[in-house]
């Protein structure tokens, strides 16, 4: 889960990267933008789920 | 007066410039003492050096590879073309500053300020590491944020690279502004502290089987509140010279950046005051200097563009995210940040250039129409996104990597005497009374 997450953060902003290369009107760009931003907050949440459970195992 | 005489005429930015950098150490002792107050007395000593010593690797680092991959706008730099957009991605510097003049010029001014900023950036990781944090473990940590994480964001953001160029290139307002260091220094250095948080795990005894925190409470307030005086100072310097040097303000707009710094600080630390006396009945003098140093990383971005009752706002909202995120990481994600370092710098940095975008007025008038006010706001977010996606899987790859050779977690026994003896071999405070619950085993 944790790698999960982790690859996830960088897939989300090229993502965003690909956004600003490839799209030229201000909204399909804005759009792609914030779907970026949405898979790089997915894999954060999939990275902090992962640090918890170890958290919890160790405890 | 001839041309060489040292009391040839300077510009009077440059003069102000150099007053202002002078200011920049302030913040540094300001961080340290934070941390320092915020950790366990067993500790103390070892916060304090460990302090100075990053900031030394972290200048050291700087000066012989640092600098020549962050550069400076208008330098050589490694780009790539796509469809006719050339991405500055790297500068491409000779190391150890050679070529470079210190006189005063606005690159020497640069040099100095990032070989302050930097320093400043790898004390914020101490915070969330604090009582566990082995110390060669933190200079080789340092030594990664100096040579590569810091100086590849900062150039992107401060030397002309592809964030900086975003409003060229793609009519995105004037591209990503930090003017200050938010971005550069504080968000860079949060995340930095968030991935040395998840890599070390919480200290012994603070999370009980059922999972519930156990209250760690800072060992000298005393400090924590003079560190937080002390850094207000250094961040007038700090974004007065930053926004002088990196977004081109008149040196006379210090003013308006010192006010708006300081309303923020103030603002935020009275919505954090506010919310933890409603939250607990009492108001939490950490939880209340963190707000303070919250809005003061947030003002970093805006200070030199809004107006003084906006800084307000901003502080306020700053105040507000500190304590729920210090309570929200310490509750439910399991993440024990002694220093509240992740959301003083991360979260409260966040914040701020989020805040740029939604309430940042250019006095230029090609940046001020309404096209000009949203596309400044999606500039905004893709740097947030470059943080997030880019800048945290970095930095945790390059620690990770670094705990399988160099464990960064201090051994049992060392935490349980304390980082002091264990390390240093002497406590900060030889002559006071060491309570014996603080050797208790948990």
């Not at chain 2, 007025?361 to 893709?382: E, N, Y």
Request: aromatic content about 8%.
């Amino acid at each position: 889960m944790k790698l999960a997450g982790l690859l996830l953060l960088p897939a989300g902003w090229l993502l965003v990267a690909s956004a600003l290369v490839l799209l030229a009107a201000d909204t399909p760009r804005g759009v792609f933008v914030f779907a970026g931003l949405g898979v790089e907050v997915l894999g954060l949440v999939l990275v902090a789920r992962a640090h918890l459970a170890e958290t919890t195992e160790s405890e | 007066m001839t041309p060489n005489s040292p009391l040839a005429p300077f510009d009077v930015s440059a003069a102000l410039c150099i007053v202002f950098i002078l200011l920049v150490p302030f913040a540094a002792a300001g961080l340290a003492l934070i941390n320092t107050g915020l950790g366990r007395s067993r500790s103390a000593a070892h916060a304090i050096l460990a302090s100075l010593i990053v900031v030394s690797v972290a200048a050291l680092v700087y000066f012989v590879v640092g600098f020549s991959w962050q550069g400076i706008a208008g330098g050589a730099a490694h780009a790539l073309t796509l469809r006719g957009n050339r991405w500055n991605l790297l500068a491409a510097q000779p190391c150890f500053l050679r070529g470079l003049k210190l006189d005063g010029s606005p690159a020497s001014l640069e040099v100095w300020l990032g070989m302050l900023s930097v320093g400043l950036a790898a004390i914020i990781p101490l915070g969330s590491g604090g009582d566990r944090w082995r110390l060669e473990a933190c200079c080789a940590s340092t030594a990664l944020l100096a040579g590569i994480t810091y100086p590849i964001f900062a150039h992107w953001v401060w030397a002309g690279g592809w964030l900086a160029q975003l409003g060229t290139f793609f009519r995105l307002g004037r591209g990503f502004q930090d003017a200050g260091g938010t971005a550069t220094i504080h968000v860079v250095g949060g995340l930095t502290a968030l991935s040395i948080a998840w890599i070390l795990g919480p200290r012994r005894g603070k999370y009980a089987a059922d999972g519930m925190p156990a209250a760690i409470p800072g060992h000298n307030v005393v400090y924590i509140v003079f560190g937080c005086l002390l850094a207000l100072v250094g961040w007038c310097g700090l974004n007065s010279a930053g926004a002088i040097l990196y977004a081109g303000v008149a040196a006379g707009s210090a003013v308006l950046i010192a006010v708006n710094t300081t309303l923020s600080a103030a603002s935020a630390m009275l919505a954090s005051f506010v919310l933890t006396r409603v939250r607990f009945g009492k108001p939490d003098a950490s939880l209340t200097a963190n707000g303070w140093v919250g809005g003061l990383v947030a003002s970093s971005a805006v200070a030199p563009f809004l107006p003084p009752a906006a800084a307000v706002l901003v502080g306020i909202v700053a105040g507000m995210i500190v304590p729920l995120s210090v309570e929200w990481l310490d509750l439910h994600l399991a993440v024990d940040d002694p220093g509240g370092a992740i959301s003083v710098h991360a979260a409260a940095g966040l914040w701020g250039l989020l805040a740029l975008g939604l309430l940042a007025r250019f006095p230029d008038a090609a940046h001020s129409g309404a096209a000009a006010v949203t596309g400044q706001w999606l500039a905004q977010i893709v740097g947030i996104a470059t943080l997030i996606g880019f800048v945290l899987p970095l930095t945790y790859a390059l620690n990770w990597l670094l705990n399988r050779f160099v464990p960064q977690r201090v051994a049992r026994e060392g935490e349980r005497q304390g980082l002091d003896l264990y390390e240093l071999g002497a406590g900060a405070y030889p002559e006071f009374l060491t309570h014996s619950d603080d050797f208790l085993q948990r």
